[in-house]
């Protein structure tokens, strides 16, 4: 298999080392990986910033495979947009559409929000080991308002073959409803793997396979098209 580059993008509150697990088994593998930390706690940084950062990582890095997880899911189509990518990867991952902000997107897909009473371990990493889920939350990391209030910028979905991995176990964006979001909004079938919402950190093995079988072609490259219009 031909070396790739995994360009790794994490969500709310998280950091490059959500991916720690993956990017070993990655690199395990042959290939180059960049996990970014996003500016999240900078008050002057939107959305554009996140790419830019990423964007900036990669350097003039090829052969990227783009994965966004989570609220990344707003990020990674817009590094797309910038560089030239072999394909896009959403991992329970939001999935924007042209002119909406992250913080209309949960009344817009018609998300239900977990029990706030539930906790995090509960809601995000009930399938974690616990020593790496009480590690995650002692990094979070708190996200500044910019990026939830700004429209996403683009017009429509960036022109590259696009997949969206989902958790069948995920009590944060139940697996029920987000086939129906995928669906709708991109216009193909999720591919499942068992597990909850960081399964980066409960399945990374899993995972890594389905990114590898993705940056070699493998599954029938599916790309958008609801979220195109």
């Not at 993008?9 to 930390?37: K, P």
């Not at 002057?44 to 990582?57: N, P, R």
């Not at 889920?133 to 209030?149: F, Q, V, W």
Request: proline residues 8%.
């Amino acid at each position: 298999m031909s070396r790739s580059t995994f360009v790794l993008i994490h969500g709310g509150g998280g950091s490059a080392w959500d991916w720690h697990l993956v990017e070993v088994e990655l690199r395990d593998r042959g290939h180059d990986v960049v996990a970014v930390d996003l500016p999240s706690e900078d008050p002057t940084a939107g959305l554009e910033e996140y790419a830019d950062t990423v964007v900036a990582a990669i350097g003039d890095r090829t052969d990227l495979v783009v994965v966004g997880h989570s609220f990344g899911g707003f990020t990674a189509p817009l590094v797309c947009d910038l560089v030239q990518a072999d394909v896009l990867v959403l991992v329970a991952a939001m999935i924007p559409a042209p002119g909406e902000r992250p913080q209309e997107w949960w009344a817009n897909t018609g998300h239900r929000m977990p029990d706030p009473g539930a906790g995090p371990i509960a809601t995000f990493l009930h399938d974690v080991p616990p020593a790496l889920a009480n590690e995650m939350i002692a990094r979070e990391r708190d996200t500044a308002d910019a990026p939830m209030e700004e429209p996403w910028p683009l017009h429509a979905w960036p022109d590259v073959p696009t997949r969206f991995v989902l958790p069948r176990d995920d009590r944060c964006f139940s697996a029920d409803w987000m086939r129906g979001v995928v669906l709708e909004r991109l216009g193909i079938v999720p591919d499942e793997i068992d597990g909850g919402h960081c399964v980066m950190l409960s399945r990374p093995r899993e995972l890594a396979d389905l990114l590898e079988g993705y940056a070699a072609g493998e599954g029938g490259r599916a790309e958008g098209a609801a979220a195109r219009a």
